[in-house]
């Protein structure tokens, strides 16, 4: 039992949830990403696929008002390693797409385990703390894209281990803040997020990726599923009416 004690402990101390996060963070979520993709049944996936859509889209509108006053340029960011930033950015792509917005992505996070060749990388200018001498160039490259398209996403490397952030945030003032739910909150992370909530930016959003469907019933409220006996049972139960599930 003392062996699993602290198994216990960071398994309930994991942010599995928007309420969870709230709690802990200074700052409110903007926007809550389930996770589809493992998901096998079809009703159920078809809800989280519906409301990632919904979700991405609030955020859109929300980042909208800055965008038309000609700052279209986004910072994509996160505390740690590993919280999908750039499947969130290909994700908003594909969604802006769809409504004849044009969108450019560059990936500048040479932290990365891997480089995606569908967007335009300036891993190589920013490494190593080569941002600090190659900042000049790295706004022209910025600025030139975002001439081209009407929105540009930068992804950048995870904030906890790069020592560039603050130059980042002076020449795009502009983030979304991504958290993958499952893991914990630590030090480092209200460190940053003290440092963030003192600056002047024109943007801030808080996204949460990466939720479980059935997690994000606080946030949203009932979400359908895939029916059972046991769950048929229980809604009869509270509702009184033994007819329910024959409908």
């Known amino acids: 039992l003392h062996d699993a004690l602290p198994i216990f402990q960071l398994i309930n101390a994991a942010i599995t949830n928007v309420k969870k996060l709230e709690h802990y963070s200074r700052f409110k979520v903007t926007a809550a990403l389930p996770a589809v993709n493992d998901i096998k049944n079809d009703i159920y996936r078809k809800s989280a696929e519906s409301i990632l859509r919904q979700q991405q889209i609030l955020l859109i509108n929300q980042m909208e008002n800055i965008r038309r006053d000609g700052r279209n340029i986004f910072l994509i960011c996160s505390n740690q390693i590993k919280e999908h930033k750039k499947d969130?950015?290909?994700?908003?792509?594909?969604?802006?797409?769809?409504?004849?917005?044009?969108?450019?992505?560059?990936?500048?996070?040479?932290?990365?385990?891997?480089?995606d060749d569908n967007m335009i990388s300036i891993t190589e200018m920013v490494k190593d703390g080569k941002f600090h001498f190659n900042r000049d160039e790295v706004k022209k490259e910025i600025n030139a894209q975002a001439k081209e398209y009407d929105w540009v996403f930068v992804i950048i490397p995870s904030l906890n281990l790069c020592t560039d952030y603050r130059i980042w945030f002076e020449v795009v003032g502009r983030m979304i803040h991504i958290f993958r739910a499952g893991r914990i909150l630590n030090h480092a992370d209200e460190r940053m997020e003290d440092y963030i909530a003192s600056l002047n930016l024109d943007f801030h959003a808080l996204v949460m990726n990466e939720i479980k469907v059935e997690e994000m019933e606080n946030y949203l409220g009932e979400i359908p599923k895939p029916s059972n006996a046991v769950r048929r049972t229980i809604k009869r139960i509270i509702y009184r009416d033994f007819s329910y599930g024959n409908r």
């Not at 908003?92 to 500048?108: F, H, R, S």
């Open 88 to 115: 969130f950015a290909i994700g908003m792509k594909k969604v802006l797409e769809q409504g004849n917005q044009t969108v450019g992505l560059i990936d500048a996070d040479w932290l990365a385990d891997y480089q």
